[in-house]
């Protein structure tokens, strides 16, 4: 499958979460603990945001994130108050650039690891469900791409708890027709530049692994000697697909079959269902 990281809070330089932590999403991507794969090495790609900008930037690319040169040149640059990272391991489709997450359609940015089980007879089924006016904009070939199209389909830009309950239920019913018992397999992270959501559900119950930070002020107060944490803000919020690293109270465990909203009026969480 794959690995994501996504940040929301204070300015931060890239470097200090891609590369800094003991398990970075670097070091992931040679040695993930928790993921079906322990190398996700078919490409990466980063996005961020920027003050007057009216979307994201994003950066993508084929190789393996632990060996690329510009990815480490960018990272140790990069001031973001809001950004995505994620490394690819393919689930059978092609390792090229527009396959490689996260995928931006305006100001929206949208990651997933999981997998559409039974994708290759479901696609064409799925792409016709994609608004025409938006089907242009499909440039790989990945069921996390679609997923993200028919999310927008179905009301992202309003609704994006809603959008992802219809997305996921149409996958589901569409594989059902098809035959596949378990069609979806998802965690998600989707982003407007504001708030940011982050989803974990599967058909059968038992969903990736995803995880989000524990407040900063409790874990300073917890570990005043930790000298990494001095450099965090107190409003960072990570979302992350495996912990960066042993910190004892560092990492909560997203309950199965849920969303969260990191958004500046207060963080919330809720059960999630398709429909």
């Known amino acids: 499958m794959c690995r994501w990281l996504a ?17 970075s999403l670097i070091d992931q991507s040679l040695h993930a603990r928790m993921g079906v794969e322990t190398t996700n090495g078919d490409g990466f790609g980063t ?4 003050p007057d900008k009216d979307s994201p930037a994003v950066v993508r690319d084929i190789g393996p994130a ?26 059978g489709t092609a390792v090229q650039q527009t396959n490689c997450h996260p995928f931006r359609y305006g100001r929206w940015m949208w990651m997933h690891n999981g997998a559409i089980n039974g ?12 608004r025409p006016d938006l089907f242009p904009y499909l440039e790989g070939s990945t069921d996390s791409e679609m997923m993200f199209y028919l999310a927008l389909t179905f009301g992202l830009e309003d609704d994006p708890r809603g959008a992802v309950a219809r997305m996921a239920g149409l996958v589901e019913r569409t594989g059902h027709e098809h035959g596949v018992e378990r069609p979806m397999q998802m965690t998600v992270a989707v982003t407007d530049g504001v708030r940011l959501w982050s989803f974990r559900y599967s058909t059968q119950r038992t969903s990736r692994s995803l995880f989000y930070s ?7 107060s917890l570990h005043p000697d930790v000298a990494f944490l001095r450099d965090i803000a107190d409003d960072a919020r990570l979302i992350v697909s495996e912990p960066l690293g ?14 969260g909203v990191v958004q500046p009026e207060g963080d919330e969480m809720h059960t999630f269902a398709p429909e």
């Open 7 to 23: 940040y929301s809070g204070s300015p931060i330089l890239l470097e200090n979460l891609l590369y800094r932590p003991v398990h």
């Open 47 to 50: 996005g961020w945001y920027m």
């Open 66 to 91: 632990w060996s690329d040169r510009n990815l480490r040149e960018i990272a140790g640059h990069v001031v973001s108050p809001l950004f995505f990272a994620h490394i690819r391991a393919s689930t």
């Open 119 to 130: 994708f290759p007879l479901l696609r064409r089924d799925l792409a016709l469900a994609v």
């Open 214 to 220: 524990t407040r900063v002020e409790t874990l300073k």
């Open 246 to 259: 042993d910190l004892p109270g560092a990492w909560n465990e997203v309950p199965e079959s849920s969303y």
